[in-house]
Each structure stands twice: as C-alpha cells, then as structure tokens.
C-alpha cells in the first residue's frame, strides 16, 4: 500500500500534469478505467473531459488549497480564479473573471486515479455573476 507522503507527492506530479496540458501523461496517473461522479469514462473520456474544460476556460489552473490524504482515497478543495470564455456550469460567465472551489474526493488504485467524485461551488459563481 502507497503510504500518504507517497500519494500526495504523486497527486501534486498529477496536478502538475494538468497544469502544463501534458494529456500524453495522463495515463501515467489515471486508470484506463476511472470514473467520475459515477459515469465511466475510460481515459480517453476523461482526457476528452479536460481537453473541452481547457478549451471553454482558456486559462484554467488548478491550485491546491486543501489535501488531505488517508491511502487509497486522497480529498483535495481545488480553487479555480479563471475566465470561462461562454457558458460554464449552465450561466452566461461570457468572459467574465470567476473565482470558485471545487471539493473533488479520489480513489487511487495501482498508483493512479480509478474514481473521481466532484463538487463544484455554483453558488459562488452565480454570486459573482449577479
């Protein structure tokens, strides 16, 4: 079993990952199987997932606010200060700067991402929207 020191280095490489759009790395921290929210995805859908988040929130950077770490399960609030270029979560964001967090729990197997549960805080967007 991956200790918690060994999973949440492995975790920052995965956010880091995201950060740079390297999508060919992907499969080193993300099971060819994972779901999210209960949908299976497969990598490839996953991937697909990211690609169209990137492309409908051009500056999109994940930033760790909180992690905590109890192997096999890793939970981490995510804080996103980002620019949707159109519509985002069903509001008219039309390139309005948005700051928000998402609450996203893992289950990690083999050393890499075999589910993805996620929250993201609409009500925070709405209230910058208003």
Request: hydrophobic share 40%; with cysteine.
């Amino acid at each position: 079993m991956t200790s918690s020191t060994e999973l949440t280095h492995r975790y920052r490489r995965y956010i880091d990952v995201l950060n740079r759009r390297d999508w060919p790395a992907l499969g080193e921290f993300v099971a060819d199987e994972v779901t999210h929210n209960g949908r299976p995805l497969g990598l490839a859908g996953y991937r697909a997932m990211l690609e169209q988040d990137v492309r409908d929130i051009p500056d999109l950077r994940f930033r760790i606010e909180l992690l905590v770490c109890e192997p096999p399960h890793l939970a981490a609030r995510l804080r996103f200060q980002c620019t949707p270029a159109g519509r985002f979560m069903g509001l008219d964001v039309n390139g309005r700067s948005v700051d928000f967090t998402e609450n996203v729990f893992y289950t990690w197997r083999d050393g890499r991402v075999a589910e993805v549960h996620s929250v993201i805080d609409k009500a925070a967007i709405e209230a910058q929207l208003r």
